[in-house]
Structure formats: C-alpha cells, structure tokens
C-alpha cells in the first residue's frame, strides 16, 4: 500500500509517496481501508519541524480518515467488516490503509459523503471543544472567529448558527461573501482593516463574549483586548508559524516576542473578569468517551441539517505536496482533503 511520509523538515517537496506492506491489526484492532483523509494546519506545522508532539521525522502526518473496515483483530465482532467509518488517528493518517483501536472507529453516518466525512472529525471537534466546552457559547454571545473561512473557522460559524450567536469573522474580502451567506453577520477584512477596532465598532464599544483564536502571538493579546467583561479567550492553534512553505526563522522570532506570556496572570485575569482557556485536540486522543459524546451531538446537528460540513478541494494522495501548498497560500475555504 502506499503511504505520505515526511522524509525530513521543510517544504512541501520533503513528503514522499511510499510503498510498505498492508498492516494487520491488533487484538482489539481493526484496519481502515481509507476513503478520504483530512489535511489540517498541524499537518504543516509538524512537516515545518515545528510541532512538538510529532513523532520523529521521518514520520506519516494525517489525524482524520473516512474509510471502511476491511479487517479486524482478535476479539473484534466481524460483523464490523464492511461497516464504513470515521475515526481520529494519531499519525498515520496519510495511508491508503491503517490500523486503530475500534472503539475508535465511529460509524459513519449513511447520508455523509465520504469526502465531507475525511475532514469532519478534527475541525468539528475543535470548534465543539472550543466553544461549547471551554467557553460555553449562549444564545445571542457576540462571538469573534479567526480564520472563520478555514475548516475549524466554518465549523465554529456553524456551531454559532445552532446557538443563535451573532458573528464576527476575520477572511480575506474574497470570502467575505461566502461567509455572510454561511451565517457571519459581521466579516472583517484582517489584511486592511485592525480587527479589534472594527470589533469596537461594530459592537458599539460592547467588545465580544468569545473570541476564538487560532493564530498566535499579538493576535491573542489583541482578542483578550476586544473580550467584554466575563469574556473568554479560547487559544486553539498557532497559526502564525505557517506564514509560508517554508520554515520561517523571523516568523519563529515574532511569535516568540509578541506572545504575551506575562499579561494572562491570575491577577490580571480576576481584575480584568475574563479567562483564557485552552483547546489540543491531539492531547484528547485517549479520551474515546468524551470524544464519542462530543461526535454524538454533532451528528445529530449534521442528520437534522444544522451543520454542513464545506469541502472546498480534494487531492490524489500522491499529491499531497500541492495540498499542502494549497493551505500554506490560504486559498481554501473550508477543508482540504486528500483521496487515495
């Protein structure tokens, strides 16, 4: 079978198609044979060398893939051969087939394209952790999304759309349209335009109850400012550390001289009556149950019509390079995903 390994840090041209044996699952174990895989930003990141809970390069990426069950471990129903599913993965994700334990492996519900279903888990269950656990989004919360345009962005827009939350997203003016017609009553142009005086503005100086940052640096000390009182920050990403192919020294050093490492004090927090809070959904991977929960409520949303999961491209897996290139430029609207 054939698999995209990272065969040293770098740019795109460092993942290499290879050839290995088809691999046998576990007792406990079944083996997914993948349909669709989802690419997503730590994808980059670890390809950059810069991911710290990546394995050793060299290294398989991938978190998401949409498959079917083509053969199970001992101690393993075989009733589960044949069954189509969606699954985490921890690594390994860019692999004609893989093998997880099948607690894992969630049934993939009958109206999903396979498509949708490659890039559904990581974004969803990103903006679930970030907004409904962490920040415990309300009816009518002003809520400020960054990068809402991208997979987790869509899917934090549509998560506020269940909840009646009014919305703020930042994009390029290109994808403005498409995101008032998604449901963002407010996009901001965050190339031409300081996003936390168009929040002042448009809020009419009320700030926002949640802002969801996944870009790093000032940004996350320019969405503390734009909070109101009893606001929460959710920190779940570093966006800033991609802005190219390649990696970037400078970027490093920037991230690393605007991050505000001394303003998030307890002090400074309980007089400012706001929080900071944090979102890893790859220090999740152990908690199959919560996860489950989560996934549970989310397709129920997607079976009644109330979430839509937006594929923006595909790519053959042997072109998972140009994917890759296709995030870095930020050209997609919602997800990238990958069919073997």
């Known amino acids: 079978m054939r698999q995209v390994v990272i065969s040293k840090a770098g740019s795109p041209d460092m993942l290499r198609v290879v050839d290995v044996p088809l691999p046998e699952p576990d007792p406990g174990s079944v083996r997914i044979k993948s349909a669709a895989i989802g690419v997503n930003f730590a994808d980059l990141v670890g390809r950059l060398g810069l991911y710290p809970d990546s394995p050793k390069i060299p290294y398989v990426p991938g978190y998401e893939v949409a498959g079917t069950i083509d053969a199970v471990g001992s101690g393993v129903d075989a009733s589960r051969l044949g069954e189509p599913v969606i699954a985490l993965t921890r690594f390994n994700g860019y692999s004609e087939a893989l093998c997880i334990p099948a607690d894992q492996a969630i049934p993939r519900p009958a109206k999903m394209p396979v498509e949708q279903a490659g890039g ?187 979430i839509d999961i937006h594929v923006d491209r595909t790519f053959p897996l042997a072109e998972a390079a140009a994917a890759h290139r296709y995030l870095h430029e930020r050209r997609n609207t919602g997800k990238v995903v990958l069919i073997p």
């Open 120 to 306: 559904f888990l990581v974004s969803y269950l990103t903006a679930y952790a970030s907004l409904v656990v962490m920040a415990g989004i309300k009816p009518h919360d002003r809520v400020l999304i960054h990068a809402a345009a991208g997979g987790v962005g869509l899917a934090a827009v549509d998560l506020c759309r269940v909840y009646g939350a009014t919305i703020y997203g930042t994009a390029s003016p290109a994808k403005h349209d498409f995101l008032r017609a998604r449901g963002v009553q407010f996009p901001i142009d965050y190339r031409h335009q300081d996003f936390e005086k168009e929040v002042a503005r448009l809020s009419d100086g009320r700030g926002v109850q949640i802002a969801l940052d996944p870009i790093g640096g000032r940004s996350w000390t320019k969405s503390y400012r734009a909070l109101s009182p009893t606001g929460r920050l959710v920190i779940n990403g570093v966006t800033s550390l991609t802005p190219r192919a390649r990696r970037s020294l400078r970027a490093l050093l920037r991230m690393a001289l605007t991050t505000p490492w001394l303003r998030f004090t307890p002090v400074r927090l309980a007089n400012d009556n706001k929080g900071v809070v944090g979102v890893n959904l790859g220090h999740l991977w152990d908690e199959t149950a919560l996860l489950r929960e989560w996934v549970t409520q989310l397709l129920a949303w997607y079976d009644t019509g109330r």
